[in-house]
């Protein structure tokens, strides 16, 4: 089984080392020592960890009913108006996510680079890579 430093998890998560250790630290995720003593997380803990994480940011957030379970909440950084479509860029942790939309949509919504907004991505067509 893979396991992760606390740096590589931290990664994963979208937090800090420093948060990551205090997790740790806390007993919220379980580690272990290799043998240079780095701490470990065990790949089937962090997987469970960064659910539990989800959820509970879901449960203290102001959640719509929707279908789109991929959420990316993030800053806007660009908004390109077009006389007819926008294109949208959200900057969401370490994800750049692209939309493009009508120029009326992005109007209603009122975006605006700095501003906070979420991208909703439902998609019948998603490619996993292995690293």
Same mark, same amino acid.
């Given at each position: 089984?893979?396991? /992760?430093? !606390?740096?590589?998890?931290? %990664?994963? &998560? ?6 990551? %250790? ?9 580690? %272990?020592?290799? @043998?240079?003593?780095r701490r470990l997380i065990d790949g089937r803990d962090l997987a469970a960890f960064s659910v539990r994480l989800a959820r509970?940011?879901?449960? =203290?957030?102001?959640?719509? /009913? ?22 949208? =860029?959200?900057?969401?942790?370490? #994800? %750049?996510? $692209?939309?493009? &939309?009508?120029? @009326?949509? $992005? =109007? =209603? &919504?009122? &975006? @605006?680079?700095?501003? @906070? ?8 067509? $998603? #490619? !996993?890579?292995?690293?």
């Amino acid at each position: 089984m893979q396991s /992760y430093t !606390i740096g590589q998890a931290a %990664r994963l &998560l979208g937090v800090s080392p420093d948060t990551a %250790r205090r997790w740790a630290d806390a007993g919220r995720v379980a580690t %272990r020592r290799d @043998e240079s003593g780095r701490r470990l997380i065990d790949g089937r803990d962090l997987a469970a960890f960064s659910v539990r994480l989800a959820r509970d940011a879901a449960d =203290e957030a102001d959640v719509p /009913y929707t279908s789109a379970r991929n959420a990316f909440a993030g800053i806007v950084t660009a908004v390109k108006l077009g006389d007819v479509a926008a294109q949208v =860029e959200i900057q969401a942790g370490p #994800h %750049r996510l $692209v939309s493009l &939309l009508t120029r @009326e949509a $992005v =109007e =209603e &919504l009122g &975006l @605006e680079v700095g501003m @906070e907004a979420t991208a909703r991505v439902k998609s019948t067509n $998603v #490619h !996993i890579d292995r690293t």
